[in-house]
């Protein structure tokens, strides 16, 4: 059974009441958002964009699943790069009752998965803030390797913050 599936329009509300309820939870590692983002409406209208650079082939934007098939987060490769660089950035977050229980782990190795063997992609990059150990742990369990840190790479909780930058390569056995 998949854990994760390709975001639709019918999953903004519930994505809306997700990111609203976990709206402290998730801050420290997150963009400042804008009111409407913690909407319905504001979430339709970021799947939609999602949803266009899906069909364009930049993007592929996944919500995860919980046990009982409701959404419990979102995972998304970012950035879907062809051409000799084959190459992704993945992002994802869970909702707090949802953390610590193995989902994220579950729901990175599925996409994984799905950018080597379903996109023929080369490598999937992620990165964290130096002290999201959590997430690191999530992305070494899945053979991700550490390869250096970006300083002020994103503008994380409302000023830029340095990240570790992590990598996983197609194993030569999976390469085709």
Request: charged share 25%; with cysteine.
């Amino acid at each position: 059974m998949n854990i994760t599936r390709l975001v639709t329009l019918e999953d903004a509300p519930a994505l809306a009441e997700l990111l609203r309820v976990n709206r402290e939870f998730l801050a420290p590692w997150e963009p400042v958002r804008s009111e409407d983002y913690f909407t319905a409406d504001g979430q339709r209208a970021v799947i939609e964009a999602d949803l266009e650079q899906y069909e364009r082939g930049s993007k592929l934007p996944h919500v995860i699943l919980d046990d009982s098939g409701g959404v419990s987060g979102r995972i998304t490769l970012n950035g879907i790069v062809r051409g000799p660089f084959q190459s992704c950035s993945m992002g994802y977050w869970v909702s707090a009752s949802h953390n610590g229980r193995g989902v994220a782990t579950k729901a990175v190795c599925e996409m994984v998965r799905v950018a080597f063997e379903d996109l023929g992609l080369h490598r999937v990059q992620a990165e964290t803030l130096l002290h999201n150990v959590r997430s690191q742990r999530v992305l070494e369990r899945n053979g991700f390797v550490r390869f250096g840190m970006a300083p002020e790479y994103l503008n994380i909780a409302g000023r830029w913050q340095d990240h570790v930058m992590y990598q996983l390569v197609k194993p030569p056995s999976a390469a085709g």
